[in-house]
């Protein structure tokens, strides 16, 4: 049941996968120096957070495994991993934890991949002893917690009791023996949200924002009568979440609705320190293996230099630093929430 579960989300995330649908990282444009610009050999995509250094600031966010079908594309995504040095997560390793006959499935992203930076995935439902049990088996760096209570309610065999899942993260973080980061699956993490992270000790908040992959409307394919369709376009953009957060002291990364390498500089632009990519990158990989995936993300790390090279940005962190302008839906959410959106549209210092 498990691994047909697993294989059901695979197909389905692909089926709903569209690149070209807009979302609100259209609503975050830079303004155009024409003298901003600087020596390309300058650009270092080296980025930092908590002590944690990454060599880029792009990441494979967490997608699957718990069959035969999702272990072979977890193997895939390990190689990519392995050959462009991105960081990796696993997808939630719910299955391995009561089954542990799918590890496999999960340990390939480190047989692949034995020197990467490689991110274990529990829900808030995990004891901390499964947690560390996730870990170990990984040999993770890092642990993701998914928090996903709107794909859970609308998951016929789903939890239904979340009230827990605050105490419960605070014992992850106190006994895992790595960073903690805690990513929503679509919906996004508000301010108030990310606070209560903060205060649990956790390491790193992905926002994981409204945009890509839809689990409510995926989890709503798989039920009969198709009953919670209603639920689409519930959430916050990861834009929204990004400005909402901006002030909590937290790291941030961004995920959700990630279509190309312009949407990674305006999340970083946001303030994110890292960015994630999981639906384009499982359709890459689907169409064309893990060649066809490689080319891609070699691509877009080099796309990324050169907006940069243009936008004056040394380093991620510069790119924060860069005047952007925030319009339509996205302005209207930040003015509901008393964001000042002015504070964004800085002259770079380099600008004459």
């Not at 908590?50 to 072979?72: F, K």
């Not at 925030?326 to 004459?352: K, N, Q, S, W, Y």
Request: aromatic content about 6%; charged content about 20%.
């Amino acid at each position: 049941m498990i691994a047909d579960r697993k294989n059901d989300h695979v197909r389905l995330a692909a089926e709903q996968h569209r690149p070209c649908d807009a979302n609100e990282f259209d609503d975050v444009t830079f303004l155009h120096h024409a003298l901003a610009g600087i020596d390309r050999a300058d650009v270092s995509l080296a980025t930092g957070f908590a002590g944690i250094g990454w060599s880029v600031p792009l990441y494979v966010n967490a997608m699957t495994g718990g069959s035969a079908r999702t272990g072979d594309i977890n193997r895939d995504l390990a190689i990519v991993a392995r050959e462009t040095g991105v960081p990796i997560a696993s997808g939630s390793m719910s299955a391995f934890l009561r089954d542990p006959s799918t590890a496999s499935t999960f340990r390939v992203l480190r047989d692949e991949n034995p020197h990467g930076f490689v991110m274990a995935n529990v829900n808030a439902n995990a004891t901390a002893a499964q947690a560390r049990q996730a870990v170990d088996l990984l040999e993770a760096d890092a642990l993701q917690i998914h928090l996903n209570t709107v794909q859970e309610i609308v998951m016929p065999e789903g939890d239904r009791s979340f009230g827990a899942w605050g105490p419960r993260i605070e014992e992850i973080v106190a006994d895992a023996g790595v960073p903690v980061f805690v990513k929503e699956v679509g919906f996004g993490l508000s301010r108030e949200t990310v606070l209560c992270l903060r205060k649990t000790g956790v390491t790193v908040a992905d926002v994981g924002g409204r945009g890509g992959t839809n689990f409510a409307r995926i989890e709503n394919g798989r039920r009969a009568g198709g009953d919670y369709a209603f639920l689409d376009g519930w959430g916050q953009s990861a834009p929204a979440c990004l400005l909402d957060a901006s002030d909590t002291g937290m790291p941030l990364f961004a995920s959700g609705g990630v279509r190309h390498p312009l949407d990674v500089v305006r999340g970083l632009a946001l303030g994110a320190s890292a960015v994630g990519v999981a639906g384009t990158f499982l359709r890459t990989v689907l169409d064309g293996g893990p060649d066809a995936l490689i080319g891609q993300i070699t691509t877009w790390l080099d796309q990324i230099t050169s907006l940069m090279t243009v936008l004056g940005a040394r380093t991620p962190a510069d790119l924060s630093r860069c005047e952007v302008r925030i319009r339509g839906e996205l302005r209207e959410f930040c003015a509901d929430r008393g964001i000042d959106v002015h504070r964004f549209a800085r002259p770079f210092p380099t600008v004459p």
